[in-house]
C-alpha cells in the first residue's frame, strides 16, 4: 500500500495540530522526520519509527492509534499488482510473511480493512520482534530459503541478502535515491537478484522461480 497511515491518519493530525500550534504542518512533519533520523543514527531502529513517542519527544500534543478506517479511503492506495500477487502466491501454497518497519498498531487497521490479514503466515513488525530493517534478526523466526519483495534497496534488498534470501527490487525507472535511513554499515553497493518495474511483473517472475525450482518454497 501507498502508505495509509500517512495518507489518512498522520497527514490530517499534523494539520490539526499545527492549526493548533499556529505553524505549517510540514514544519510539524519535517521536525518529526529529524527525530526520527536522530534516533535512527544513535542505533535506536526501532524507536525511529514509534511515531506517538516521536510526538511526545518534541513536545506535540498526544498522538493517538488511527481508528479504524472505511475500506473505501484504503483501497485507492493499494499499488498496482499487489492483490493479483497476493493472491497468486496465497493460492500457490507459499507461506507469506509481510515485514514492515511500521509498528502493528499502526498497519494493522489498514489490513483489516482490506481483509489481506488472512494472507499471511506472519505480519512482522518493529515492535513485536524488537528490530527493524534492514537488521537481519528481523527476520530470524522465518523458515529460509523464501525470497524477500520490497521497494527499498538500502531496507529491503540488504535485508533479503543478510539473511541470503533472494531479493526481488521494485524500482522505476530511473530508480529512487535513498539517503534517509541508512545503515552505516551497508555496502558501497547493493545488487538485487532481480530488478521489477512493478508488482504486477513479480507474478510471471516468481511463477518461472518456482517452476525452475531455483529455490525451495
Not at 34 to 61: H, N, Q, T, Y
Not at 97 to 108: D, H, I, K, P, W
Not at 138 to 151: A, N, Q
Not at 189 to 215: E, G, K, N, W, Y
Amino acid at each position: 500500500m501507498n502508505n495509509p497511515y500517512w495518507h489518512l491518519f498522520l497527514r490530517p493530525w499534523l494539520a490539526v495540530e499545527a492549526k493548533r500550534q499556529g505553524t505549517d504542518p510540514l514544519a510539524l512533519y519535517e521536525a518529526l522526520n529529524r527525530e526520527g533520523e536522530a534516533r535512527w543514527r544513535r542505533g535506536r531502529w526501532v524507536e525511529s519509527f514509534d511515531w506517538p513517542d516521536m510526538a511526545k519527544a518534541i513536545g506535540l500534543s498526544p498522538l493517538p492509534d488511527p481508528p479504524a478506517p472505511d475500506p473505501a479511503a484504503v483501497r485507492p492506495l493499494v499499488k498496482d499488482g499487489a492483490v493479483a500477487l497476493l493472491h497468486a502466491l496465497h493460492h500457490s501454497g507459499a507461506s507469506l510473511a509481510l515485514v514492515t518497519n511500521g509498528f502493528s498498531r499502526f498497519q494493522t487497521p489498514y489490513l483489516q480493512a482490506l481483509g489481506w490479514t488472512d494472507l499471511f503466515h506472519r505480519i512482522i513488525t518493529p515492535d513485536v520482534v524488537g528490530y527493524a530493517k534492514p537488521d537481519p534478526r528481523m527476520l530470524e523466526h522465518c523458515d529460509p530459503g523464501l525470497v524477500h519483495i520490497g521497494d527499498r534497496l538500502t531496507h529491503d534488498v540488504l535485508l533479503a541478502l543478510r539473511t541470503h534470501r533472494r531479493a526481488i527490487w521494485i524500482a522505476a525507472d530511473p530508480p529512487p535515491v535513498e539517503r534517509d535511513r541508512i545503515d552505516r554499515l551497508m555496502p558501497a553497493h547493493i545488487q538485487a537478484d532481480f530488478r521489477v518495474a512493478s508488482l504486477a511483473a513479480c507474478v510471471p517472475l516468481l511463477d518461472r522461480l518456482f517452476r525452475a525450482r531455483t529455490f525451495r518454497l
